[in-house]
């Protein structure tokens, strides 16, 4: 299977989109996105143990992802809460952030501070990273600084969404500032900062048409029945 630099991953984003190849629009993606991390989530993280699910979200295409995850989640039976401390503002997040709010789903007031996240973290049971994505380039800027350090601390178990946040797509965590998840879900095809990840690792990309697989040579693996993701299995393990 192919791991894609961030040229090539915007490149298939941009293919994905266009008339031609994919024609799905970004709507379309996004949930199938969220739907497909909600899935990781509740394959690994059981609701009866891990409830509690602390969705932090980036104002960027990852943040839009974690919004639809929420609500699905919330379909779910899980009691997710939003920490989206710089929203989007383009008219897609906040009508993701609208259906959220229709669910009932707690979003904690939008800060540069972290005293509303270290507080949510007290009544956590799981991180759902998505917060930055492949187009993400260091340094941390402020508040992020600040709180991907908060998250890390907190010692609790972390499912990051494409890339972890803070990783550099193609270097990974080189630079040690990034999150420490133990699950990744990687959409489309896994990025290459990610090809030594040594947790579980699951794949969301479904939705790739056989054309565009073909194209760039991705060679994604088969999906199981309905199921919207797929783990796969490191040669490190």
Known sequence: MRYLTARLAQQIDDELMSSAAGAFSLDQLMELAGLACAEAVATVYRKDVYPRVLVCCGPGNQGGDGLVAAR????????????????????????????CENMNIHIIPPSDEVDGLRNALQHTDVI??????????????????TIIPTLNDSRLPILSVDIPSGWDVEKGNTLGVGLHPSVLISL?????????????HFLGGRFVPKSLDEKFELHLPRYSGFNQIVELISENT
């Not at 759902?128 to 600084?145: H, Q, V």
């Not at 489309?188 to 579980?200: E, I, L, N, S, Y």
């Open 72 to 99: 699905h989640l919330g379909m779910f039976g899980y009691n997710p809460t939003v920490y989206m401390p710089k929203p989007g503002s383009k008219d897609i997040y906040k009508r993701l952030q609208k259906q």
């Open 128 to 145: 759902l990273d998505a917060i930055f994505g492949f187009s993400f380039k260091p340094p941390i800027r402020t508040p992020f600084d």
């Open 188 to 200: 489309t095809a896994p990025k290459q900062g990610v090809v030594d990840f040594m947790g579980r």
